[in-house]
């Protein structure tokens, strides 16, 4: 810890937004300095981002932070890094990037998924890393780069992810957390790779691209004298390479208080459902998909299943009716269409039309992996307008949830909601009652960079564990008990079976309309 440092700062460098966040040592939020983040993506299916711009918006944004912080250079104790997950980011000679990063949206390895998917290979993989592959991966991304661009690999010195890419623009030091390195290539029990694993991808001469394994939590490294520079902080402040964006999220928005396995939904642009558990009671399910990754306390694990695309379902509805008004000569402003969601949500009624929430152009990946997935409506008549619209979509949203933690066993006794569209209390009713559990929303505002900044706090020594840390950063800003409403509980129970047997009737139609390049 530096002396005198009064602040912890968090980075989180998500899909969408790269930003930097300070907070004092108690967990108060101070200020936040932000930037767009930017990539592209191809007809193929291909979802890229420029190494270097990357670096340089995050650079960026902790000098605006270092503007909105009097002083933040000497005060700042210890900062965090923390990223979306996934992807492939190739560095090589001299630190440089090799190629663009491919990010989590990418779905050219889809072919790779298909063909390894179900071999007695992969269920043997599984049962030790307890990750169903999907086309997000490093490790299936780095299959295909091998069969299309061998160049690429052959000049990589190592693969990291988003925040490891930062972390060694920080540092200097190649490395990884133990959450990503074992969902990806190790064993979630003993968080550390396994070579059973990597034999199993058929990736063992890729091994050497693995940086070492570092826990945040645990151990720092000095930030070096060009990202001081970059960025106006102090060479040799304490920097922690935190865990993904998903896990430090759960973290600061309430997976775990109390020890009592409470679920945790993100409701942002994906859609994120996990509970905590302890790795001798994970529950590995038959279609071989989800996620394990070890949370930054000891003996805890997240059970994961993701789905690809959450609010952008919401998005895509509104930009419809934007899209319609726009027609007629009337400009409507994006957040006025979020303020009617919940009007909207109470004109409808509940249960008449299902939505399979799959509007991600790289299919699904939760509770089933398959990218051909597509959304869609069921049951519409002429007599459903809008409204009867968008409570479908929600209520499809809340339904996945559902979809995702019976995949994973038991439903957790309580489920904590965080994410921009927890907000909503309409919502969050229907969430509740889909799930048949009682939610309580985190009113942290960023969640991803608290978590990071949280792991940051134990490592200098501001806490003496992780559990002190929670009892002032999380406990304090969860909201009140939000019961399931017992009526429209009722109803999602009757229909779930309907929701869950018609996204499973759909397979080969989705399979057909993709081999005819419908759902490009």
């Not at 307008?385 to 809340?398: I, T």
């Not at 509740?432 to 985190?442: D, Q």
């Not at 020594?461 to 399931?484: F, R």
């Amino acid at each position: 810890m530096r002396p005198g440092g009064d602040i912890l700062i968090g980075i989180d460098a998500g899909t969408s937004l790269i930003k930097s966040v300070a907070f004092d040592l108690a967990g108060r939020q101070i200020a936040v300095a932000s930037t767009p983040n930017r990539y592209r993506t191809g007809a193929d299916g291909a979802a890229t981002q420029s190494l270097s711009d990357t670096w340089d918006d995050c650079a960026r944004t902790l000098r605006d932070l270092g503007d909105k912080v009097p002083g933040l250079a000497t005060r700042t104790a210890a900062l965090a890094v923390t990223a979306q997950g996934d992807g492939t980011w190739l560095v090589g000679a001299d630190n440089q990037p090799v190629t663009d990063a491919w990010l989590w949206l990418d779905a050219r390895a889809a072919p790779v998924v298909r063909r390894l998917r179900g071999t007695s290979a992969d269920r043997a993989r599984f049962a030790i890393a307890g990750n169903g592959l999907n086309a997000c991966q490093m490790s299936v991304q780095l299959l295909h780069m091998k069969d299309t661009m061998p160049e690429a690999v052959a000049a990589a010195e190592v693969a990291l992810h988003c925040k490891d890419w930062l972390y060694l623009n920080l540092t200097g030091i190649r490395a990884t957390g133990p959450c990503e390195a074992v969902f990806t290539f190790g064993d979630f029990r003993t968080r550390t790779y396994d070579d059973r694993v990597i034999e199993a991808l058929g990736l063992t001469s890729e091994k050497r691209l693995l940086p070492q394994i570092v826990d945040g939590s645990e151990i720092t490294h000095p930030l070096g004298t060009a990202a001081a520079t970059a960025t106006g902080l102090m060479a040799g402040t304490p920097v922690t390479l935190a865990f993904l964006d998903v896990p430090c999220t759960a973290l600061g928005g309430g997976i775990h208080t109390g020890g009592r396995g409470q679920g945790c939904t993100i409701i942002g642009s994906t859609g994120m459902h996990m509970r905590a558990t302890t790795p001798d009671a994970v529950f590995l399910n038959d279609d071989l998909t989800g996620y394990v990754m070890p949370l930054p306390i000891p003996g805890v694990v997240a059970q994961i299943q993701s789905n690809m695309a959450a609010t952008l379902n919401i998005d895509w509805l509104l930009n419809v009716a934007a899209g319609l008004l726009a027609d007629f000569g009337q400009e409507v402003a994006h957040h006025d269409l979020i303020a009617r969601i919940d009007g909207w949500i109470a004109q409808g009624e509940p249960g008449r039309v299902l939505y399979h929430p799959y509007i991600s152009e790289a299919g699904e990946r939760g509770p089933m992996v398959d990218p051909a997935a597509r959304a869609g409506f069921t049951g519409l008549n002429s007599t459903h307008r809008f409204a009867d619209l968008m409570r479908a979509v929600v209520e499809g949203l809340a339904l996945a949830a559902h979809d995702c933690y019976a995949a994973m066993g038991a439903i957790p006794p309580e489920v904590r909601l965080t994410g921009g569209a927890a907000r909503s209390a309409a919502l969050r009713r229907i969430l509740s009652a889909a799930i048949g559990a009682p939610v309580r929303t985190s009113t942290r505002e960023e969640a991803g960079a608290a978590g990071a900044a949280m792991m940051a706090a134990v490592a200098i020594g501001a806490y003496s564990d992780m559990q002190a840390c929670i009892a002032d950063w999380v406990t304090p800003n969860l909201g009140a008990l939000e019961p399931p409403d017992p009526e429209l509980a009722q109803i999602y129970a009757r229909i779930y079976p309907a929701y869950r047997e018609a996204r499973q009737a759909l397979a080969p139609v989705w399979a057909e309309l993709a081999e005819n390049g419908a759902t490009r």
